[in-house]
């Protein structure tokens, strides 16, 4: 009897695992169905908002199918099925007229009868069981509604990925402008390490030109900014590093880059001359302190008296400070006073010193400021289609005039921070010509008119035409800035100095023709249209106002 109910009980065990592989198979594909529904619910929402890429939404499509159909099929696998609710089922479904259900009750001894009578029944269950194909008798079928509902659901998953859908290129653009941002965050990144590792600045001065640069990078790393955001962001810590970069301070250097001329041709004083003239004022002042006036004769101190009186003179308008400390040294000296001397050239001494920490901190605060525009710049380029030709038409730019003999001619720069610059403008008759160099330079007779190129942004019907100057701190550079001076002394190897339209202190202002910042500006505004920033009741006045300055009209 024991042998003949573990038969049976194999039997049942078997039919179980076939019912439970049917079910398996048959809440999966529903399970698929499912899974694909929801999918296609995500396509739905990428085209009426730039969230998914396409390659998001394959994935998302594969994860939602294998999910649906390994939820729905492991649900199937677990559901728990008792062993004689088991053989009820299957007494049912297999026509077995209760035989399996009863044989296990009488095994179990759930019902009280004789030992013949149950061995008969449990070899009666048992032989029927055998001849029980589960496969052919408990098929794996699927309804007409399940499988349309699949092929209908795959149908409209299909299309809705084939079918253009505009929010794939908003979506590129934004993507690239988020890139951007995080590209710019690096940087600003790289330039607080550089200023970080300035050896020239305190550990105050360290801070105050981090701070920005700090607050900047928290901002564009928190990935809530758009464009326009990061943009502003940028630009205010641009202009909170121009405030520190302190122009005067500057100019005040390049007079003493100057002053060293002077002192450098007195034999007293040619170290110190020779470091103001190489921009290294720390060690011209230590020069001045090691200088020993007790040491010189007479004919020496009254050579020197001569030579400090000289460069209080040069530097009476822009330092007057050490000026006058240099004029009293010199004073000094005619009257044979060595010790009121010696401490008025060591008061110039430490105002040159204090003057050059000042420097160090203006010209690292200009350079991370100018570093800062470029980021700026990089940002106001990224998701749009057309910055590359827009960039070949900035480099390629130039004022065209009336047909003349070429030729060149020497152009006149401005260098960065006292060193000395030359520019070379090519001229192509009057009113063509640019410098180049480390400052903006531009010949004499320089263009003012980039729009000027036929086939350029003003069409080649109206080579002629100006369009408005306006103020856009990106694009910096080009031709038709404003025109320095710079007078010459006779000496080719001496400084020049000009003196620019903008008043020491002032931000310069960088202004282009409008049409040169028309296209960015307006892809701008057109995605935030796309992406929701403008509400729908302002979108038309938005595109007619874009619409009412595009160039050429």
Known sequence: MTASILELERNVTRWTTWYRLREMAMWGVRGLTLGVMIAYGFTLVARFKAIYSLDQLIQISSLAAVLGVAVF???????????????????????????????IELARQKIDAPDWWIERQLADAVGAANRVQPSSQLPIRFTRIEL????????????????????????????????????????LETIRKEVEANNKLTDDQKKELTQPLNDAIKKLQSGDLTKEQSLSELNKTENQLRQLANPTIQQQAQAMQQAGQSLSQNPQTQAAGEALKNNDLAGAAQALKDTDLSKMTPAEQQQLAKTLEQTAQGLQSSNPQTAQQLQQAAEALRQGNTSAAQQAMNNAANQMANMASQVNQAQAASQAANQVAQSQQGIAQSGNPQQGSQQGNQQGQQGQGSPGNQGNQPGQG????????????????????????????????????????????TGGNNPQ??????????????????QVKLPGSGDPNAQKVG?????????????????????????????????????????????KYFSNLEPGR
Request: glycine fraction near 14%; charged fraction near 15%.
């Open 73 to 103: 099929a492991a649900a199937a696998l677990i559901r728990p099925h008792s062993r004689m609710s088991a053989a009820r089922f299957f007494d049912l479904t297999f026509g077995l007229n209760e035989r399996t259900s009863t044989a």
């Open 148 to 187: 349309l509902s699949l092929l209908v659901a795959l149908a409209l998953l299909i299309a809705s990925l084939v079918i253009p859908n505009e929010q794939f290129a908003a979506l590129a653009k934004q993507q690239a402008v988020q890139q951007a941002i995080a590209k710019e965050a690096t940087q």
């Open 414 to 457: 401005q260098g960065n921070q006292g060193q000395p610059q030359q520019g070379q403008g090519n001229q192509g008759g009057p009113g063509a010509g640019q410098g180049q160099g480390n400052g903006n330079a531009q010949g004499p007779e320089a263009g003012n008119n980039p729009g000027n190129n036929s086939g350029g942004p």
């Open 465 to 482: 035409r100006n369009y408005e100057q306006i103020y856009s701190p990106y694009r910096i550079g080009g031709s038709g800035g404003d």
């Open 499 to 543: 003196e620019g339209p903008s008043k020491p202190g002032a931000e310069n202002q960088s202004q282009v023709p409008y049409n040169q910042v028309y296209a960015p500006y307006r892809d701008s505004a057109q995605y935030a249209i796309e992406n929701g920033q403008v509400p729908v009741t302002r979108e038309q006045a938005v595109k």
